[in-house]
T-cell receptor, first 113, second 110 residues
């Protein structure tokens, strides 16, 4: 079975802190994605990566950056956390190509105070 | 820009009923459509993937159909159970990564 893990289920940070959210997949997937999910807004794509050291902006990249130094790991970075970044963050991965099934991690509920 | 709509936003049914969840999308140039289940506070679990060349996929009590030309998909759940209570999301893959609908929140009452 595909496994996508995220470093924390729940995280509480203060405004202005630098926050790292880690995602690891064990299926040798080329593609990895970061989404945030908010009530009434659904899932929105933040960043994605089709290969190591590659990154592409999604629909809402402002205030975020990413790092993909190894194929299995995709990190989302909040350089200076703000209260409007309080959200559920979901990581996903898939094999190369746009027509492959995406598999999701359990999510990280981030609260910024 | 691709838009995905799911109607209704919420649905409550008695246990044992067969039900249909609807998904529509505006751009028919898709590679596939995926249905997911999400329990409260959890991640998404993939239920069914339908490639653009397929008309339907089945898994147990679930059957998903795809009519690409009309921009519609349905998820049919047979003999619903309280354990089916969750939010169901559809998503389409085209020239951009997955675009999601906002989901249908299903409650199955015992």
């Amino acid at each position: 079975d595909v496994k996508v893990t995220q470093s924390s289920r729940y995280l509480v940070k203060r405004t202005g802190e630098k926050v790292f959210l880690e995602c690891v997949q064990d299926m040798d997937h080329e593609n990895m994605f970061w989404y945030r999910q908010d009530p009434g807004l659904g899932l929105r794509l933040i960043y994605f990566s089709y290969d190591v050291k590659m990154k592409e902006k999604g629909d809402i990249p402002e205030g975020y950056s990413v790092s993909r130094e190894k194929k299995e790991r995709f990190s989302l970075i909040l350089e200076s956390a703000s209260t409007n970044q309080t959200s559920m963050y979901l990581c996903a991965s898939s094999f190369k190509g746009p027509d492959n099934e995406q598999f999701f991690g359990p999510g990280t509920r981030l609260t910024v105070l | 820009k691709q838009e995905v709509t799911q109607i209704p936003a919420a649905l409550s049914v008695p246990e044992g009923e067969n039900l249909v969840l609807n998904c529509s999308f505006t751009d028919s140039a898709i590679y596939n459509l995926q249905w997911f289940r999400q329990d409260p506070g959890k991640g998404l679990t993939s239920l069914l993937l339908i490639q653009s060349s397929q008309r339907e996929q089945t898994s147990g009590r679930l059957n998903a159909s795809l009519d690409k030309s009309s921009g519609r998909s349905t998820l049919y759940i047979a003999a619903s159970q309280p354990g089916d209570s969750a939010t169901y999301l559809c998503a389409v893959s085209g020239n951009t990564p997955l675009v999601f609908g906002k989901g249908t929140r299903l409650s199955v009452i015992a």
